[in-house]
């Protein structure tokens, strides 16, 4: 079988990855890919937001870049779309950027958990170190479930993200997967295997198996990603994510196209 499609990478305009779009298209080819899905950091209602998301002004720079990568690789399906934070109050400007090109879909994630805490940024590790882990994963997954309901995303990346460094929770989590995945089942909206993850401290996709089974059983639908930051990492990795897929229990990945979706055999 085709590998199935992957739907989260990023491009230099985002500050921290290299290689352009044809420069992944030309990668994704060579590991026999049929279909990808540029996702860079979406612009924030401010520019000094922070420094890992690509600026508004680059936009426009950003759609001719994919752009290109479709011309130079017609064999290549390239879908245009944004990895967008969820933050509470920022609904409308995700719904502006969304009108600002023709885009085939929005992965919602969740990296903030309040304005100044980004979970997975490794200059933020003092913020694990001295807060309540439990509190830090619950917060999380309520921002997720929130993400999953605003009707702003097709997708929702990497779903447990709050494992990157490995600060673990003493409570059950289970709770809070249920929670956040019924949102996401009763929104339609997919999650994505992360392969980023197995780069990570934590050395396992996102999302564990134990959400991904969970996710399975209450009829969430899936995508792949990569989340690459660089060339050579389109479609790491994807050959062990669809056997992991397929121990959860899945039969399909969603191929998003135009604000719409169809069901792929694995
Ligand atoms: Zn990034
Ligand atoms: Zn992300």
Known sequence: MALPADYHMHTPLCHHA???PWELASHAVSQGLCEIGFSEHNPMIRDDWDDWHMVHEDLGLYVANVEKARQEFPELQIRLALETDFIPGHESWVRQLRQEADFDYFIGSVHYISDTFDID??????????GDVDAIWEAYFERLAQAASSGLYDIIGHADLCKKFNYRPSKDPS????HFLKAARDHDVAIEINTAGLRKDCQEMYPCPALLEMAHRMGVALTFGSDAHA????????????????QAGYTHWRRHERGSHQAVAL
């Open 121 to 130: 940024n490794p200059n933020k590790k003092d913020q694990w170190e001295n």
């Open 18 to 20: 290299k290689g352009e």
């Open 231 to 246: 060339p050579n990492e389109v479609g790491a990795d994807f050959q062990a994510a669809v056997a992991l897929a397929k």
């Open 175 to 178: 709770a809070w997967y249920q």
